[in-house]
Every structure is written in C-alpha cells, then in structure tokens.
C-alpha cells in the first residue's frame, strides 16, 4: 500500500484527513469514535510520551479515561474531536498540526528541563 493511502487497519489521522471525501463519508463513524476518546485522538497518538491526568469529566462504560496534562493539548483535542464531528476537515488538520507543535515543545521542554 502507497504510504499516503488511509489504512483504517493503521489509523493515521494525515492519512484520513488527507484522504477523498467519500474515504471520510465510509470511516465517518470510526473517526468520530477515535477522535473522541484520549487515547485514540490526535493527542493520544502524538502525545504518547506527555503526562496524563485522570479526566473525571470523560467516563466510558465506567472507567476513567486519561487525558493529556497540558491543558493547551486538551483543550486542542476537543477542538480536534469537534471538528472530525462536524466534518470540518481543513479545521481539524489545522489542529492536528497545533496538536503536533504543542506536543514537539513539551517534549523538548521536558528533555531540556527533567524532573530532578
């Protein structure tokens, strides 16, 4: 497969984004999904090394569910979710891409500032 081709078996939110409107239309449903949980929206696949906070306010089937520290990244991850739910596409890449630049300066800060 062609490395800018969607795979919905490898999600890759470019990919999805970048992807003909009537791929959006099939895996509408999945995204929407994804995009609405931490760990499987922008944020949980850029942010995987960043710290994490209980979100008391996100509960599925009864269990907590964590969410980014940063409250910028949270804050971009429900902007993100809400424009995959919206079909707002050229929105949500254009916070993937916040999401991304908020995620390479935390890491940097943190490598270039470790807890003692």
């Known amino acids: 497969m062609n490395n800018n081709q969607f ?3 490898d999600w890759n939110w470019f990919q999805y984004l970048k992807s003909p409107q009537d791929i959006k239309d099939e895996y509408y449903d999945q995204a929407c999904h994804l995009a ?3 760990t499987t929206c922008a944020c949980g696949h850029l942010c995987k090394e960043l ?3 209980k979100d008391l306010n996100v509960k599925v089937s ?3 569910k964590e969410a980014p520290a940063d409250k910028d990244l949270r804050v971009l991850g ?3 979710a809400a424009n995959i739910q919206d079909e707002h596409y050229n929105y949500a890449f254009d916070t ?3 999401i991304e630049q908020r995620t390479i300066k935390l ?3 943190a490598r270039n500032n470790p807890k003692q």
């Open 7 to 9: 795979d919905s078996n």
């Open 78 to 80: 429900l902007e993100f």
């Open 96 to 98: 993937l891409m916040k």
């Open 36 to 38: 609405g949980t931490w």
């Open 107 to 109: 890491l940097s800060d």
């Open 51 to 53: 710290p994490k906070v």
């Open 62 to 64: 009864g269990m907590e």
